[in-house]
């Protein structure tokens, strides 16, 4: 991440440290609290010498479905991420934070209207509450973002309040530490509707697109 990231913008810094025991196929974890600069430097230790570990979400940008206070289980990994993922982001300060992935590398992602399109085509993310919408940062105003390789969009579930790969961008795959371990994972899908061409005002059916594509 470019710079620091705003104090204000910690979505889910995380108060983190553990110590895992392992004998033979069980293993135990031990979440223990500490202060804060040693909780965030022993942290990464815990994060990078085992294979999981326990953080606690602190703020509420990742909200409803991970509110301040809620344990989650983080692990480290060694395959390509998916989108719908959560995963434990350093935020550029010291700490860490919790974001969804909503762009891989390569891709381009586009804001309009409180939607999101990838590659031209609509995201829906099944794992937001009715009636999220997902608009630019309001300070920059960015709408528009090109993932170069090993990058990725990220996003907290809370969009009104999460400061995030809108604020600053693309996050390069050596920040993001881990994957939550989630019980159900809700993967997005995209819907049958391209971005609007530049100049015009109304969502177009892919259908449609598709078809005079095809036809020239």
Same mark, same amino acid.
């Given at each position: ?20 025991? @392992? ?18 430097? !022993? ?25 301040? !206070?809620?344990?989650?289980?983080? @692990? ?7 989108? !719908? ?13 919790? @974001? ?29 509450? @009715? ?24 996003? %907290? ?11 600053? %961008? ?12 989630? !019980? ?33």
């Amino acid at each position: 991440l470019a710079g620091k990231m705003p104090s204000q913008s910690r979505m889910c810094v995380v108060q983190h440290l553990c110590a895992i025991v @392992k004998r033979r196929t069980t293993y135990c974890i031990l979440a223990v609290c500490v202060g804060a600069a040693a909780g965030i430097a !022993g942290g990464r230790f815990v994060i990078e010498a085992f294979a999981g570990s326990v953080a606690i979400v602190q703020g509420t940008s990742m909200a409803p479905n991970f509110e301040p !206070g809620t344990r989650v289980c983080v @692990k480290s990994f060694e395959r390509p991420l998916r989108r !719908g993922e959560v995963v434990l982001v350093e935020d550029g300060a010291g700490g860490y934070a919790l @974001k969804r992935i909503i762009g891989l590398p390569r891709e381009k992602i586009h804001l309009w209207r409180g939607y999101v399109f990838i590659n031209g085509q609509m995201l829906i993310e099944p794992y937001l509450p @009715k009636y999220t919408f997902t608009h630019p940062d309001q300070l920059n105003q960015k709408y528009a973002f090109a993932l170069g390789h090993g990058c990725y969009f990220v996003m %907290g579930d809370n969009r009104l309040y999460s400061a995030d790969s809108r604020t600053y %961008g693309p996050v390069p795959i050596n920040r993001i530490v881990s994957v939550v371990e989630q !019980g159900t994972e809700i993967a997005p899908e995209f819907a049958p509707f391209a971005l609007p061409v530049h100049g015009r005002q109304t969502i177009r059916s892919l259908a449609t697109v598709q078809s005079r594509r095809s036809a020239l």
